[in-house]
């Protein structure tokens, strides 16, 4: 039988023993986690049967008290709720298919802001720099077709309405309107025309 070590020989005092704990307690709660997490803290039982600390193995009963904290623990913050997206409403799915009245309520409510007219204009079966066809009436029995066109020029607020008159001709098409005195051979033409002079 292999002898015990030397230190098991001798008495352990009270005192011996209150500084041991102190110390524990000092390494538990004055370091930082760091510190901590250098080496574990053993506890056993003395020869003379009282308790015993020690960054060490200290005896074949010895055990841990205070385990180090591993490297790879780290503190997490909580993840962030992610919040779901609004669901797009009726009329915004309406305005995306291509309605251009939908369009027009959403986003022209408060005037010709620059997403109004990208929306429209977007939408729109016939557009020109400063204006957008509303709507095609039918065709008359003289050929006679009315469309409704709004000016909608970037940096004005304003709308201005209209509506064009196209009537064929012998050698060319007619669209006028009842404040431009000339008329012109495409609607394209004379909407343009009155939403520069306007």
């Known amino acids: ?37 250098k080496a574990p803290i053993y506890t056993c039982t003395g020869k003379d049967g009282s308790r015993v600390f020690s960054d060490e193995k200290c005896g074949p009963d010895a ?20 919040e779901p997206a609004a669901a797009p409403t009726s009329a915004q799915a309406a305005c995306e298919s291509g ?21 429209v204009v977007r939408v729109a079966s016939i557009s020109g720099e400063k204006w957008y066809l509303r709507h095609q009436g039918p065709v008359e029995d003289d050929g006679t077709i009315a469309y409704e066109i709004r000016c909608i020029e970037k940096g004005v607020h304003e709308f201005l309405d209209l509506t064009i008159t196209c009537t064929p001709g012998a050698e060319r098409n007619h669209c006028f309107t009842e404040t431009i005195q000339s008329d012109y051979p495409r609607l394209d033409q004379a909407a343009s025309a009155y939403c520069a002079t306007h």
Do not use: F, N, T
């Open 1 to 37: 039988m292999s002898a015990s070590p030397a230190w098991m020989d001798r008495p352990v005092q009270p005192i011996v023993i209150a500084l041991a704990l102190l110390l524990c307690a000092g390494v538990l709660i004055g370091l930082p986690l760091h510190a901590q997490s």
């Open 63 to 82: 055990r841990v008290v205070v385990a180090p904290v591993p490297q790879e623990l780290k503190v997490l913050a909580p993840a962030k709720r992610v």
């Open 99 to 119: 309605s251009l009245k939908d369009c027009e309520e959403l986003y022209c409510r408060e005037g010709a802001s620059d997403e109004c007219r990208r929306q």
